[in-house]
């Protein structure tokens, strides 16, 4: 598939390794009863690159007090007894982040059609694969009309990829993007994100435009001493 263009520095590009890393981990880990067992094959095959970049992530996935059972349909029409993982730690945050807002950048310059102006930001939020709700999502695709994918010849990235965006083709996108239905992430792109932060009050949840390599504080190992 052609690619989406992110020009970053040498510094920016290998600290977010981790979390190109993770997302593809995440967008692979089902809320079906019977998951695709492609996908569950590839997600243990990116542990070993976790473990190595992101070490601490794989305490906070496989942390046994974030899991409790419960009865949910999953994806299918009948109730069976599930697991429930709440992955709300440090280092899943940021490298959710980092991921959303990489992808918020690249989707301005494609849309936008330039980088983001220094000052700028995005403001990122991200959903994983039972932490959406169908209400939320649809309010959400209702403001972003518009429809994109990574396309090759005649073929499509569909369920792979496919995002929602609208934007005003001169200094702000917003967008709405699915990988694999499994991990869901949303984002504002913008060259002056001041008038924003009241609508986005997480500062967290916030990363300006060359910021993505101080993310990295938070996951990689040599800065956690």
């Given at each position: 598939?052609?690619?989406?263009?992110?020009?970053?520095?040498?510094?920016?590009?290998?600290?977010?390794?981790?979390a190109?890393?993770?997302?593809?981990?995440?967008?692979?880990?089902?809320?079906?009863?019977?998951?695709?067992?492609?996908?569950?094959?590839?997600?243990?095959?990116?542990?070993?690159?976790?473990?190595?970049?992101?070490?601490?992530?794989?305490?906070?996935?496989?942390?046994?007090?974030?899991?409790?059972?419960?009865?949910?349909?999953?994806?299918?029409?009948?109730?069976?007894?599930?697991?429930?993982?709440?992955l709300?730690?440090?280092?899943?945050?940021?490298?959710?982040?980092?991921?959303?807002?990489?992808?918020?950048?690249?989707?301005?310059?494609?849309?936008?059609?330039?980088?983001?102006?220094?000052?700028?930001?995005?403001?990122?939020?991200?959903?994983?694969?039972?932490?959406?709700?169908?209400?939320?999502?649809?309010?959400?695709?209702?403001?972003?009309?518009?429809?994109?994918?990574?396309?090759?010849?005649?073929?499509?990235?569909?369920?792979?990829?496919?995002?929602?965006?609208?934007?005003?083709?001169?200094?702000?996108?917003?967008?709405?993007?699915a990988?694999?239905?499994n991990?869901?992430?949303?984002a504002?792109?913008?060259?002056?994100?001041?008038?924003?932060?009241?609508?986005?009050?997480?500062?967290?949840?916030?990363?300006?435009?060359?910021?993505?390599?101080?993310?990295?504080?938070?996951?990689?190992?040599?800065?956690?001493?």
């Open positions: 598939m052609s690619g989406l263009e992110f020009a970053s520095c040498e510094k920016c590009n290998h600290a977010t390794r981790a190109d890393a993770a997302a593809s981990f995440f967008a692979r880990i089902s809320p079906e009863h019977s998951p695709p067992t492609l996908e569950l094959e590839e997600a243990r095959k990116l542990q070993g690159t976790l473990l190595q970049l992101a070490p601490d992530l794989m305490h906070e996935v496989f942390n046994a007090e974030k899991v409790a059972p419960i009865w949910a349909k999953g994806r299918g029409s009948i109730y069976t007894e599930m697991r429930r993982l709440t709300d730690g440090p280092v899943t945050h940021a490298l959710m982040t980092a991921f959303t807002s990489k992808l918020g950048m690249a989707l301005f310059r494609e849309h936008i059609g330039r980088a983001m102006r220094l000052g700028g930001a995005v403001f990122a939020q991200h959903y994983f694969n039972a932490g959406l709700q169908r209400e939320e999502a649809k309010r959400i695709r209702n403001i972003m009309p518009l429809v994109g994918e990574l396309r090759q010849g005649r073929h499509g990235s569909g369920r792979q990829f496919n995002y929602r965006y609208n934007c005003d083709d001169k200094s702000i996108i917003a967008l709405f993007a990988f694999h239905d991990l869901f992430v949303r504002v792109a913008v060259d002056d994100p001041d008038p924003y932060r009241s609508i986005f009050p997480d500062a967290d949840n916030c990363v300006s435009f060359g910021g993505l390599s101080d993310l990295a504080r938070t996951w990689e190992p040599e800065r956690n001493d």
